[in-house]
């Protein structure tokens, strides 16, 4: 009797203990906490999940995304800004889409980033990041890179 | 790999996919069987082209909702080309190749010259190949596509005799007083509707086979139209699921999943038929 | 029983029976003969109503009604490996009666099945069709033909292919079909000789073209 009530007192803690963790680690950019993690997933997954974030959005802002892809960037002269994306290929290699992100710390380009089209992984929070001209794009802030 | 299943399970246009994905099978398989028997094995190569076709325009246009092009112009051929064949001047075979040649031509000049989004090579590709489109439906398509195969399901169940009599033999339908016309001109209809449907789930290139496979290979195997017929909708269906959860799992294109789990239940029922024969 | 009128019969713009006057009569036993192309099977699909006379009438007489005609057609490539059993086929004789169920009656079953032992194939009723020999076929689409019609049949060709004792076979069951149903038969056929020993009356379609 007494066994059964130690490790049911010992169980709730441990469930208070991780839902106190889990608030903490919604506020937090630091941790590795992922609501979506991309990286596990299979590729027509990834791509089938990617095409929902471009074309519902509104859907998964917020949520906390971890995904593995091929870097790139280019050069917008229109509003003179420079955009980095994780960009990722169906399973059939024919078609390709990407999530624009933003680092946490600022970083120099191209210096503190990995060259074209290498692999990468990153951790952020989604969101959705409207125009002045009314059409926005899904863009994953505050992210880091995970080796 | 089974956690990773009801983990994936959990989204909700897997479970879209599933569902439409087993109807379109479903519908697909039984009018393979009469379209195999009628010698129309490649219609649904021919029209899945058209298909490809009025999308190209219907993407040119910007029409809210692509079918409301696609399926009209989509069944006019399929009548055309059903319904004409007897006495028209090109013979069967050479129209569907002629028509579907064609259309896949016009289609990608379209897309290519007017092309409305960056990406036209993943257009076309995903188009054709249909490696996501059945994850990527959007919950409109999802609902018409429900309606849709239900509509061809009764059509179909409450014509099955008259089907299977004018599959049979045509001439003597008409003499017994079956209005064979508008009965082929109903089939002609379901026809392009399952099509349309079927592309969403293999592409346009791979229609072909999701219609002909589970009846060829029913036909080895069963000797009733009706047990032949129940036996290509289970082979389609059982493929179809195995292949869409393959495809996700593994991270393959759905289209070819699926044809390739096609493929394997066709040389299951052949050689079991060769090793029957053997025996007797 | 059925009277002909100046009847023109033809596919496009081709005409294969011109303005052709004829009668068939109740008890006729009529063999039409003569050579590949003259518009033989063309005058029977006249007379079953699959192809519309482009000028002329085909005047059904004596209260005789399309749905007492069986035909018999010349048989298909694609029906000689198609997958159905004897029973599918010959019950398919009754679509016309437009039903919509999904299922046969009793009675349709019962006739059905003695339509299948008048043609001495009862004990094929669950066989494959496609597994059968030529003549079990022939007989087979004879009973379907019988399904479908009470007084009078219309036979394309329906010993063509057939090895002698199946012709044979075929021949006797008609010739019973004749005798004891009181049936009337227009038969189109190649087989002069057997023509002229069973058939009450002769029509050669060389003399008409001419």
Known sequence: MYKVLSRITIIAILCLFSLANKSIAADSTFTNHVDIDLSRMSATMVYSIVYQMVTEPKKFVGKRIKMKGAFSSYYDEAVDRRFYGCVIKDALACCSQGLAFETFKPRKYPKDFPSEGSPITIIGRFDYEKEEDGIGFPIIRNAIFIK | ???????????PFVRYAIIVGTLISLCSSLLGVTLVL????????????????????????????????????????????????????????????????????????????????????GDVCTTLFGSMSILTLKSTDVYLCVALSIVVLLTFVLFYHKIFAITFDENFARATGVNV???????????????????????????????????????????????????????????????ILVAILA?????????????????????TNFIRSRRI | MIK?????????????????????????YLCIIGRNGCGKTTFLRGLAGILRPKSGKIELCDNLQRKQIGYL?????????????????????????????????????????????????????????????????????????LCAAERMLLLDEPVTGLDPESSQNMYSIIKELHEQKKMTIVMVTHDVEAATKYATRILDFNEIVK
Do not use: W
Not at chain 3, 8 to 19: M, R
């Open chain 2, 38 to 121: 009628k010698r129309y094995s490649y219609i649904g190569g021919g029209l899945s082209h058209v298909a490809f076709g009025a999308l190209a325009i219907a993407s040119v246009l910007k029409v809210t909702n692509n079918m409301f092009i696609i399926l009209p112009v989509t069944i006019i051929v399929a009548v055309l080309l059903l319904c004409g064949g007897k006495d028209a001047r090109i013979k069967g075979d050479a129209a569907i190749a002629m028509v579907s040649a064609g259309a896949l031509a016009i289609g990608y000049l379209i897309m290519n010259i007017f092309s409305a989004s960056a990406n036209v090579a």
């Open chain 2, 181 to 243: 016309n508008l009965f082929n001109l109903l089939i002609a209809i379901i026809i392009a509707v399952i099509i349309v449907l079927a592309m969403n789930l293999v592409g346009a290139l791979l229609v072909s086979a999701l219609v002909v496979f589970p009846a060829l290979s029913a036909m080895r195997v069963f000797k009733s139209f009706f047990s032949v017929t129940i036996a290509a909708a289970i082979i389609s269906v059982v493929c179809s699921l195995a292949g």
């Open chain 3, 73 to 145: 057609p010349q048989i298909t490539i694609a029906q000689k490996d198609f997958p159905a059993s004897v029973e599918e086929i010959v019950l398919s004789a009754f679509q016309g009666k437009s039903l919509l169920l999904p299922f046969y009656g009793r009675a349709l079953r019962e006739r059905a099945r003695e339509c299948l032992a008048l043609t001495r194939t009862e004990n094929l009723r669950k066989a494959c069709f496609r597994e059968l020999s030529g003549g079990q076929k022939q007989r087979v689409l004879l009973a379907r033909a």
């Open chain 2, 251 to 271: 991270g393959t294109p759905v289209g070819s999943t699926i044809v390739a789990m096609d493929i394997a239940a066709f040389l299951i029922c052949y050689i």
């Open chain 3, 4 to 28: 002909c009128r100046n009847l023109t019969l033809g596919y496009g713009c081709k005409n294969i029976v011109n303005s052709f006057d004829y009668e068939i009569n109740s008890g006729d």
């Open chain 2, 1 to 11: 790999m089974f956690d990773q299943l009801l983990f994936y399970l959990d989204f």
